[in-house]
């Protein structure tokens, strides 16, 4: 038994050890890639905030489901820091969400030049995708409709600095546009939200800028999404609407299809700081701090793509798209080997199971293997240490160890159910799941709130 057991560990090892190797490409490639100049806008996008003049008629969509409690200062909040008349906010509600609406229509009267209300044909919920179908409907039927379009949520806290790099972008004939996404900073606020600063801080400066480089395709965050008009009347010419609706992460799957479509896709990180990598152009926000409402928003995210986009789309494409559909999917199996690389060690350690047992042969490979586990480990570290004072200014090396944990058990259990939803509720991606909100929370003084 004693053997078996052993055998089983060197084989979870080795499966990190490939994942691992998996990850270091990714951080070789991005070391030296400026996120300015390579590969980005031939006009290089400014880092102040944009004047009316040198913006075009844009267009924030905000879909909203029960958001009464956080809309109303949304609006006022990101208003007071966008003093652009030609960006405009368009809320969609639905008719049977009160609560919400009577918040729209009241923001609406106070900013009439500024704010539009679109109501739903149908009654809530349906999904974040047929709402956002809806406006566009609605919207691009009336003329004046804006030239880009930009998805952002009721929790956002939006930089005024991104109309600018968007616009930038467009003239440079890009049609799809992201900018990073970022957590507020949350190491005060829960060791769950916290998880989040390390884990976008990650994605969004090394492995987003190494996709647009090398030209992948770039899914959409499903916030700081902005598309042009010509993308967007695209879509509604070819299937009649331009997010894939009763999908859980429609906007991950728009991001693939404007590729596929022939659209020039863009991730613009850029930031003020260059040389330190600070003062990011991004959407800022807070993400869940209660441990079950982060596996909650996790499930939804990871069956969406793991599964759901999956199912979908396949892996058609070039290599780059074929290599980061590997990259985003790979969780579905990865995110189970550290806990039960754990709980192996923890035999070990408590002399449960006997190394000597192990066959001869293996010895060897168990060795080197562990120690590549062992490097591995403290280059992930490093990384997200690196990572994390490039967006927020600090060496946070005992907060990021302590914070690593939490994400790895947030993470499982979140792969957990998701494939629960994938092998049950969903009966393997052929059915659509119920939308799943998550609560939205907006820090107390948004004029202030940078990162």
Request: with cysteine; aromatic share 12%; hydrophobic share 45%.
């Amino acid at each position: 038994m004693d053997a078996l057991i052993l055998s089983l560990m060197l084989f979870i090892s080795i499966l990190i050890n490939i994942s691992s190797f998996d990850d270091a490409f990714i951080d070789l490639l991005s070391i030296g890639i400026s996120r300015r100049n390579f590969g980005h806008a031939q006009e290089e996008p400014s880092t102040e905030k944009p004047t009316s003049s040198e913006i075009p008629d844009i267009g924030v969509f905000v879909a909203n489901w029960q958001e009464e409690d956080v809309l109303g200062r949304m609006v006022e909040g990101n208003l007071a820091r966008i003093p652009i008349s030609s960006v405009k906010l368009y809320l969609g509600v639905y008719p049977n969400d009160t609560g919400t609406l009577a918040v729209a229509e009241a923001m609406a009267a106070q900013y009439p030049d500024r704010v539009r209300v679109i109501v739903n044909s149908m009654e809530g919920p349906t999904s974040k995708g047929q709402m956002l179908n809806e406006m566009f409907r609605q919207v691009y039927a009336r003329p004046g409709a804006p030239e880009m379009a930009v998805l952002h949520d009721s929790e956002d806290i939006i930089d005024p600095r991104t109309f600018g790099v968007y616009a930038a972008y467009a003239r440079d004939g890009y049609d799809f546009i992201q900018v990073p996404v970022f957590s507020l900073n949350s190491i005060k606020r829960s060791k769950v939200a916290a998880t989040y600063m390390d884990e976008f801080a990650e994605r969004h400066t090394r492995e987003m800028v190494v996709r647009h480089a090398v030209g992948a395709m770039i899914p959409s965050a499903g916030v700081g999404t902005c598309m042009t008009r010509r993308l967007l009347e695209h879509f509604v010419k070819e299937r009649g609407f331009v997010l894939a609706n009763g999908c859980v992460t429609e906007d991950y799957i728009l991001g693939v299809e404007a590729k596929r479509a022939g659209f020039r896709s863009a991730f613009a990180a850029i930031s003020a700081d260059e040389l330190r990598g600070l003062d990011f152009v991004a959407t800022r926000e807070y993400f869940p701090k209660s441990f079950s409402a982060s596996v909650k928003q996790k499930t939804r995210w990871v069956y969406g793509i793991n599964f759901e986009a999956t199912h979908k789309l396949g892996w058609g494409g070039d290599f780059w798209d074929k290599y980061f559909f590997m990259r985003d999917r790979k969780g579905a199996i990865t995110n189970f080997l550290p806990p039960i690389s754990l709980v192996f060690w923890i035999l070990l350690a408590f002399e449960v199971v006997d190394i000597e047992q192990m066959p001869l042969d293996l010895v060897p490979i168990f060795q080197v293997s562990i120690f590549l586990n062992m490097l591995a480990l403290g280059l992930r570290y490093l990384m997200r240490v690196i990572c994390c004072r490039d967006v927020y200014g600090i060496n946070d090396f005992i907060g990021v160890a302590v914070r690593w944990p939490v994400s790895l058990t947030v993470n499982m259990l979140a792969v957990w159910r998701a494939w629960k939803t994938y092998v049950g509720e969903s009966e393997y991606a052929t059915k659509p799941i119920v939308w799943s909100k998550t609560e939205h929370e907006l820090p107390d003084d948004l004029m202030s709130a940078r990162r």
